[in-house]
């Protein structure tokens, strides 16, 4: 039996890559909508654990795009990496200086599209000796025929495949930790999640009362 290796938000740093407009709209594998709350809630995640968070960008300049702009909006202080060709990120060295300064082992990635950009990334990082937990649902593609092979590719590699709920959860271990502030990111992003939320509010304020 494999090792559990949790994630632990001591050890972790958060890459986003390529969530570039004009990238996303090949993104086929998730609807629009479903995929822009996964990314922005990946992101949430990030800025609520404090995670050291690094930016990247390929040929922006170009039919590529700008980065997804409430990214750059939550990370204003974050080491943003303008690509001017690689497509593999890890081929950048500012890139790979930025992820080392982090001082962590535990690289949280996600990306556009999946079989490049993420995967590139992913197994390079499994090869400089990183733990790599690709969040699937934050990173997208073709379609799902390309999304799956890319997934066996990486997990095949050793990365281990994980959902943004999965990651926020395992981060926080204990809802004692803060209840209210992780209920309310999960709010944000899961409308059912907000039903509980508003189900715990309502009993919290019949016991004052």
């Known amino acids: 039996m494999s090792e559990y290796k949790k994630l632990d938000k001591t050890q972790a740093a958060l890459l986003l890559v390529d969530h570039q407009s004009g990238l996303i709209s090949l993104v086929q594998d998730f609807s629009p909508d479903d995929f ?5 809630a990946l992101a949430d995640i990030g800025k609520f654990f404090e995670l050291p968070t690094i930016l990247t960008t390929s040929f922006d300049e170009g039919p590529n795009g700008p980065i997804v702009p409430e990214i750059a909006e939550r990370f204003p202080e974050a080491p943003f990496i303008h690509r001017p060709g690689q497509i593999n990120a890890w081929d950048n060295e500012d890139f790979v200086k930025a992820v080392e300064a982090t001082g962590r082992k535990q690289l949280i990635i996600a990306g556009v599209v999946t ?3 993420v995967a590139f990334v992913a197994l390079s990082a499994v090869e400089a000796g990183y733990d790599v937990f690709v969040v699937t649902d934050a990173s997208g ?5 390309v999304q799956q092979a890319a997934w066996q590719r990486m997990q095949a590699a050793g990365c281990q495949l994980v959902n943004w709920f ?3 959860c395992e981060l926080h271990r204990d809802w004692r930790n ?3 502030g992780l209920g309310s990111l ?3 992003h899961l409308p059912n999640y907000r039903n509980l939320m508003t189900s715990y509010a309502k009993l919290q304020e019949a016991k004052g009362g």
């Open 166 to 168: 999965a990651v926020a």
């Open 36 to 40: 822009k709350n996964n990314v922005i």
């Open 178 to 180: 803060d209840m209210e």
């Open 186 to 188: 999960l709010s944000n």
């Open 141 to 145: 593609t073709f379609n799902t025929t």
């Open 115 to 117: 079989d490049v950009c």
